[in-house]
Protein backbone atom coordinates (compact mmCIF):
# COMPACT_ATOMS: atom_id res chain seq x y z
CA UNK A 1 0.00 0.00 0.00
CA UNK A 2 1.07 3.16 -0.87
CA UNK A 3 -0.36 6.63 0.77
CA UNK A 4 -0.08 9.69 -0.38
CA UNK A 5 -1.42 12.78 2.28
CA UNK A 6 -2.63 16.39 0.77
CA UNK A 7 -4.82 19.02 2.25
CA UNK A 8 -1.98 21.09 4.27
CA UNK A 9 -1.55 24.80 4.07
CA UNK A 10 -1.31 27.66 6.92
CA UNK A 11 -4.42 28.78 8.13
CA UNK A 12 -5.31 31.55 10.66
CA UNK A 13 -6.50 30.61 14.54
CA UNK A 14 -9.94 29.13 14.65
CA UNK A 15 -10.02 27.91 10.58
CA UNK A 16 -10.59 24.83 9.30
CA UNK A 17 -8.70 22.54 6.99
CA UNK A 18 -9.16 18.70 5.60
CA UNK A 19 -6.89 16.72 4.94
CA UNK A 20 -6.87 13.44 2.52
CA UNK A 21 -5.11 10.08 2.22
CA UNK A 22 -5.25 8.43 -0.94
CA UNK A 23 -4.51 4.92 -0.84
CA UNK A 24 -2.98 2.75 -3.77
CA UNK A 25 -3.15 -1.09 -4.00
CA UNK A 26 -5.75 -3.62 -2.70
CA UNK A 27 -8.01 -4.68 0.07
CA UNK A 28 -8.33 -0.82 1.41
CA UNK A 29 -10.80 -2.13 3.63
CA UNK A 30 -8.47 -4.15 5.21
CA UNK A 31 -6.39 -1.92 7.05
CA UNK A 32 -6.67 0.18 9.94
CA UNK A 33 -5.73 3.90 9.14
CA UNK A 34 -4.46 6.46 11.23
CA UNK A 35 -3.28 10.28 11.62
CA UNK A 36 -0.09 11.37 12.92
CA UNK A 37 1.61 14.82 13.52
CA UNK A 38 4.94 15.92 14.58
CA UNK A 39 5.70 19.53 15.63
CA UNK A 40 9.39 20.66 15.46
CA UNK A 41 11.44 19.56 18.63
CA UNK A 42 8.74 17.55 19.54
CA UNK A 43 8.06 13.77 19.22
CA UNK A 44 5.71 12.35 16.90
CA UNK A 45 2.19 11.83 18.29
CA UNK A 46 -0.70 10.01 17.57
CA UNK A 47 -3.83 12.17 15.91
CA UNK A 48 -6.75 9.89 15.07
CA UNK A 49 -7.49 6.32 14.09
CA UNK A 50 -10.15 4.64 12.30
CA UNK A 51 -11.07 0.98 12.54
CA UNK A 52 -11.14 -1.43 8.95
CA UNK A 53 -15.07 -1.22 9.38
CA UNK A 54 -15.04 2.40 10.08
CA UNK A 55 -17.23 1.18 13.66
CA UNK A 56 -14.34 2.26 16.00
CA UNK A 57 -12.56 6.04 16.35
CA UNK A 58 -10.22 7.14 18.53
CA UNK A 59 -8.65 10.90 19.12
CA UNK A 60 -6.06 12.07 20.69
CA UNK A 61 -7.01 14.12 24.07
CA UNK A 62 -6.21 17.39 22.50
CA UNK A 63 -7.86 16.86 18.96
CA UNK A 64 -11.41 15.39 20.51
CA UNK A 65 -14.36 17.45 19.72
CA UNK A 66 -12.63 19.51 16.83
CA UNK A 67 -10.97 17.13 14.47
CA UNK A 68 -12.74 14.15 12.60
CA UNK A 69 -11.37 11.39 10.91
CA UNK A 70 -13.26 9.26 8.03
CA UNK A 71 -12.53 7.05 5.43
CA UNK A 72 -13.96 6.28 1.83
CA UNK A 73 -13.55 2.86 0.92
CA UNK A 74 -14.98 2.89 -2.40
CA UNK A 75 -12.50 5.51 -3.15
CA UNK A 76 -9.51 4.45 -0.97
CA UNK A 77 -9.37 7.58 0.87
CA UNK A 78 -9.05 8.51 4.55
CA UNK A 79 -9.76 11.90 5.93
CA UNK A 80 -9.23 13.95 8.91
CA UNK A 81 -11.08 17.35 9.44
CA UNK A 82 -9.91 19.89 11.37
CA UNK A 83 -11.73 22.68 13.03
CA UNK A 84 -11.33 24.83 15.32
CA UNK A 85 -7.30 24.69 14.64
CA UNK A 86 -4.93 26.16 17.15
CA UNK A 87 -1.33 27.32 16.96
CA UNK A 88 -0.47 24.08 18.57
CA UNK A 89 -2.03 22.03 15.95
CA UNK A 90 0.77 23.07 13.42
CA UNK A 91 2.69 20.50 12.48
CA UNK A 92 3.87 17.63 9.72
CA UNK A 93 0.71 15.62 9.49
CA UNK A 94 1.19 11.88 8.52
CA UNK A 95 -0.98 9.23 7.65
CA UNK A 96 -0.65 5.48 7.99
CA UNK A 97 -2.24 2.05 7.44
CA UNK A 98 -2.39 -1.06 8.93
CA UNK A 99 -3.65 -4.56 7.95
CA UNK A 100 -6.07 -5.75 11.06
CA UNK A 101 -7.28 -8.85 11.73
CA UNK A 102 -10.12 -7.45 13.64
CA UNK A 103 -13.01 -4.93 12.23
CA UNK A 104 -12.97 -2.57 15.40
CA UNK A 105 -9.50 -2.84 15.73
CA UNK A 106 -7.83 0.70 15.84
CA UNK A 107 -4.18 0.67 15.94
CA UNK A 108 -2.68 3.89 18.06
CA UNK A 109 1.29 3.49 18.00
CA UNK A 110 3.78 4.71 15.40
CA UNK A 111 5.13 1.57 14.98
CA UNK A 112 2.32 -1.04 14.92
CA UNK A 113 1.30 0.61 11.23
CA UNK A 114 2.93 -1.26 8.11
CA UNK A 115 2.81 1.70 5.68
CA UNK A 116 3.02 5.08 6.32
CA UNK A 117 2.36 8.33 3.78
CA UNK A 118 5.22 11.44 3.56
CA UNK A 119 4.12 14.16 5.75
CA UNK A 120 1.54 17.74 4.82
CA UNK A 121 2.92 20.82 6.95
CA UNK A 122 -0.32 22.42 8.64
CA UNK A 123 0.37 26.35 10.18
CA UNK A 124 -1.74 27.92 12.12
CA UNK A 125 -0.54 31.24 12.69
CA UNK A 126 -2.19 33.08 15.71
Known amino acids: VQLQASGGGLVQTGGSLRLSCAAS????????MGWFRQAPGKEREFVSG????????TYADSVKGRFTISTDNAKKMLYLQMNSLKPEDTAVYYC????????????????????RGQGTQVTVSS
Open 96 to 115: AAKATPGWAIVPMTWDEYNY
Open 25 to 32: GRSFSSYG
Open 50 to 57: ISRSGSTT
